[in-house]
């Protein structure tokens, strides 16, 4: 089965702050890039992949890898916490107050290669992202595969310490073969990155939240599951699923009330009707019993929840025990005793071991996320990092790779036709293990997957 993107509606601004749902892409919140604290630099080297990879279905295997659950985008620099096999976080338990660790590049396998085209990947490698900084190189060497292969040389640079980012970007100038950088920042290192990157005369890519990276067209292109984009991504599979008229039930927060504006903006313009009002709710102590009898005593056929994954199986848990349950394709209940509703969710809904524990409270949900190891792509990269003894891929990893392959194509391109990278990269699209990038945009994460609960399980929505 194959997701789909939705189709475009409108589109509109946002500047959320939530703790939960700024981010709303998975772990790409944990993008706090830019610290203030600096340290040693870290010059690291990679080479692309060379394994064989076997054809993937892309139905969800029965034992699906775990991944990290989504983190808040804080605007500063914070370490991320990586989930492994077992679903434990052992970078959260990095005291942020201690100075890391410096790492010798020799701790990382596979940093070295021939050269070829080159692209610079910013990272934060020092200070309290180091943990971040170094889990992404990681994930860079097991995309990259096997020594020797002919590809892209990925030079990995510490954006942490401004001094080594401008050293780099310097070099960029100096060296012709590196095609482009791409960068993990945070809104405050994307406003001061995108003004050095669009100096270079290369292409820059900036994984952010940041609005600033969508300032210099042409220049510098953000790849980021937007607000807008998962809003508008959500509200039409909620229509095409036959929805007439929404609620949305959020929490007393400005990022969710952003949400729900953008959400009520985007179901409007599809033709869709609305309650006259949010169901709202205090995030310190949501009354899921009150709510439930809004809701019942609410016309809806569907209903925009932009909340976390454990909240949100608290909230539909006490809902399946008045008689309202998510509506499923493949689940029939007695009418008299059971209303259904269709739930649109955010990407913080892509957590497994929630869906393990409370999936039959989510099924039939819809579910938009940039990256998903239920696609073909996504399971190719899975395996790739599972050949490496890596924890399975987020968001971040997948975006991050993605933008290197993208920049390298553009590479090139400009070389067969004697061109800059900065002419051939708008009319590159890359989508060897994401949803897909075009850069025509300056946003160039332009469309997202669709998923829905299937027994309990992640699957392509029809």
Sequence with gaps: MKSFPCPPAVAARRRPRHALLALAALA????????QDAGPRDDTRITRPGHALQPTDPELPVDPPSRPPAEAETGRAAPAARTGEAGTTADARVDEDAPPPVRDPGDLPGLTGPPGHRVLVLLPMTGRSAPLGTALAAGLVAARGAVGEPGPEVIVRDVAD???????????????AITGTVAVVDRTGAAELAVQGAETGRPMVLVTAGDAAVERPGRVWRVFPTPALIVRTAAGAGLARGGRRAAVLRPQTPAAETFGSLFRAVWTAGGGSLEPTDLTYDPAKPDWAKLA????????????????AVTAAQALATFASVGLWSASPTRTFERSRVRTLTFLGTPDWYAPDVMRQSGRYFEGALIPVAFATESVPGARLAARFSAAGRPAPNAVDALVWESVLAVDAA?????????????TLPATESGQVTVGLRFDQPDALQSLYVLTVRDGRFAAAR
Excluded: K, M, N, Y
């Excluded at 790409?28 to 610290?35: K, M, S, T």
């Excluded at 809004?294 to 976390?308: H, I, M, N, S």
């Design 411 to 423: 590479g090139q391109a400009a070389a067969r036709r004697r061109t800059s990278p900065l002419a």
């Design 28 to 35: 790409l919140v944990a993008c706090g890039a830019r610290a």
């Design 162 to 176: 401004p001094t080594a980012a401008a050293a780099a970007l310097a070099e960029v100038v100096r060296d012709e």
């Design 293 to 308: 009898v809004r809701l019942q005593a609410a016309e809806a056929d569907t209903v925009f929840f932009p909340e976390g």
